[in-house]
């Protein structure tokens, strides 16, 4: 399974030789897409009022030391949760900002930047997928930055490959485990993607100081996937190289908001022109068993105005109603003046959540955020299922077969509003696919929604439209479009 060496060590040789050309084209293309939308999310974490604290305590996006660039950046720009998910885990706080911070510092051009990205996203989302059934996923999934530091870091530094996989070993030695209460219950979460980020900049040191690792510190009885997964799939860290392209499954956010709400908020977005200045008398949110085992990890910290943003990207009623009330879901909504508008949490508290078992098998049926691992895992994954969701859903996963490349991959986390208005008019909308979400409409204008994305926390055009041209980019057209995008 491994090969010589064991996985990490074939990671690290597959990537050091990964070139430019190795590449498909539409991959290329996404990589760079994932590029522009995580500057915006990382813009969005410095509007933000709690972005203020971030770069008090740990400095600007930019500085001297790449090390502390790529760990601010990472923390900037997750927190909102606008950072870019794939199938497998949050890859942009860490295969996107780490490349950034080490390609200004080393003054690298837009065809080494872009291929760093891709092989930190194929490293990174291999083994998060080889642990995702098992307790942690999405953004808990902390492990997913110490693949996508270390190789994002290595894949610009004159490192041999053997120095990589040391790298890699060491960071996997002691991965991050959160506490959930923290996490959900305080301001933790700032810097979630901070702690992974700086332990993978460590274990690069100590690799390129002379330091070891153990070779099979993935997949041995006794390594990661043994503590981390529940049902471990030692062949993903490997299988399909250059051929399957995790980079593919990309999701791209275009709002705040955690996993299951996108869709939601879709639907109020559309329906707010059509309330006009009528009174809502109720709203119902029908969506997957994933939305509602995420809003009930928020539940118990929901205080309205009082809420931790972490629990408050998790929940469905402030978004929700946020949505129907302005026709959209921003930054600046998360921002105090704005919780503490009474009309909102009036209205979001009547938001009801329905699990529907339709939208539960769509999920399932989509490769992201864990369709494919069930496939992969076969009828183990069944049980992991049955555990994580009970019998009766379990059943909705199907029989299909695992996916042999990722071309048509998509990411359904459905959602349908129904709004019952005082005037007595019933308004219902529903998506199966969230907008920005893996799917046919992303790959047909994947640019346009993250030029948008950029431009909505404020970024300058010209930087947005000469992100399309960024694999073109020489050394030093490069550093300053980057210092352009952040400023």
Request: glycine fraction near 10%.
């Amino acid at each position: 399974m491994s090969g010589a060496g064991g996985a990490s060590a074939q990671l690290a040789r597959w990537a050091a030789g990964l070139r430019p050309d190795d590449v498909p084209e539409r991959v290329r293309d996404l990589a760079a897409s994932q590029i522009l939308s995580q500057l915006a999310a990382i813009r969005a974490g410095l509007r933000h009022s709690a972005g203020a604290r971030l770069v008090t305590a740990f400095g600007p996006p930019l500085q001297p030391d790449p090390r502390r660039s790529a760990a601010v950046l990472a923390a900037l720009g997750s927190w909102l949760n606008l950072d870019d998910t794939a199938y497998s885990g949050h890859l942009g706080p860490s295969c996107v900002a780490v490349p950034l911070a080490y390609a200004h510092a080393r003054e690298t051009d837009g065809a080494a930047l872009v291929t760093a990205v891709v092989a930190a996203d194929e490293c990174a989302a291999r083994i998060t997928a080889a642990a995702t059934l098992g307790p942690l996923r999405g953004q808990s999934a902390l492990h997913t930055h110490l693949a996508g530091a270390v190789t994002g870091r290595m894949k610009l530094s004159p490192a041999a490959p053997g120095q990589w996989a040391h790298a890699l070993a060491l960071a996997f030695a002691a991965p991050p485990w959160p506490v959930m209460h923290a996490f959900l219950g305080g301001d933790a979460k700032l810097t979630h993607a901070l702690v992974p980020v700086r332990a993978a900049m460590d274990a690069c040191d100590a690799a390129e100081a002379g330091l070891t690792g153990v070779p099979d510190v993935l997949e041995n009885p006794r390594g990661f996937l043994s503590r981390f997964a529940s049902v471990a799939l030692p062949e993903t860290l490997t299988g399909g190289l250059g051929r399957r392209w995790h980079t593919e499954t990309l999701s791209f956010k275009v709002r705040p908001g955690g996993p299951g709400v996108d869709a939601a908020v879709d639907c109020a977005c559309e329906l707010h022109p059509s309330i006009g200045g009528a009174a809502i008398e109720s709203v119902v949110v029908q969506a997957s068993a994933y939305t509602g085992y995420a809003a009930r990890q928020a539940q118990p910290y929901l205080d309205g105005q009082r809420t931790p943003l972490s629990a408050l990207l998790l929940s469905v009623g402030y978004p929700v109603a946020t949505a129907l009330l302005t026709g959209d879901l921003t930054v600046e909504d998360l921002e105090p003046a704005r919780l503490a508008d009474p009309a909102r949490w009036e209205l979001a508290h009547r938001v009801r959540l329905e699990q529907h078992d339709g939208m539960t098998a769509q999920l399932l049926e989509s490769a992201a955020p864990f369709g494919a691992a069930l496939r992969s895992a076969g009828e183990p994954g069944r049980q992991w299922l049955r555990d994580f969701v009970g019998p009766d859903l379990a059943r909705l996963a199907g029989d299909t077969v695992p996916e042999e490349t990722f071309t048509t991959a998509e990411k359904a986390t459905p959602a349908r509003l129904t709004v019952r208005l005082g005037d007595g008019r019933v308004l219902t909308r529903e998506r199966r696919v969230p907008v920005g979400a893996a799917g046919d409409d992303l790959r047909a204008r994947h640019r346009e929604l993250v030029r948008e994305k950029f431009l909505a926390q404020g970024g300058d055009p010209a930087v947005a439209d000469a992100g399309g041209d960024l694999a073109d980019m020489s050394a030093s057209q490069l550093r300053t479009w980057i210092e352009a995008a952040l400023r």
